[in-house]
């Protein structure tokens, strides 16, 4: 059964950089394609980014895009999603997902806990 934890998340500045971890299991990660998704407080939960699983066929939301980047390191079995510039509005519960075929929406059949990133002003 394949199973997703997200670490990486916390407090930090406006401004400031978090590198958020999905660590897989359970099956081959390789043939996973992995999606990150996140829900702010009062608000539904919204597409990220998601990666194909070469590490390939990255795919950002338009609002994300040189923000955010998507990666993975298949060797580790884990995804990453690096953040620069936090802003305020980035304040959510971050989640990583993961699927064999490529999904638009939120169709993913595996899904993580989440983390929470707060950013402060």
């Known amino acids: 059964q394949v199973q997703l934890v997200e670490s990486g998340g916390g407090l930090v500045q406006a401004g400031g950089s978090l590198r958020l971890s999905c660590a897989f299991s359970g099956r081959s990660f390789y043939t996973y394609t992995m999606g990150w998704f996140r829900q702010a407080p009062g608000k539904e939960r919204e597409f990220v980014a998601r990666i194909g699983w070469s590490g390939g066929s990255e795919f950002y939301a338009d609002a994300l895009k040189g923000r955010f980047t998507i990666s993975r390191d298949n060797t580790k079995n884990t995804g990453y999603l690096q953040m620069n510039s936090l802003r305020p509005e980035d304040t959510a519960v971050y989640y990583c997902?993961?699927?064999?075929?490529?999904?638009?929406?939120?169709?993913?059949?595996?899904w993580g806990q989440g983390t929470q990133v707060t950013i402060s002003l």
């Open positions: 997902a993961a699927d064999t075929s490529i999904v638009d929406g939120m169709g993913y059949d595996y």
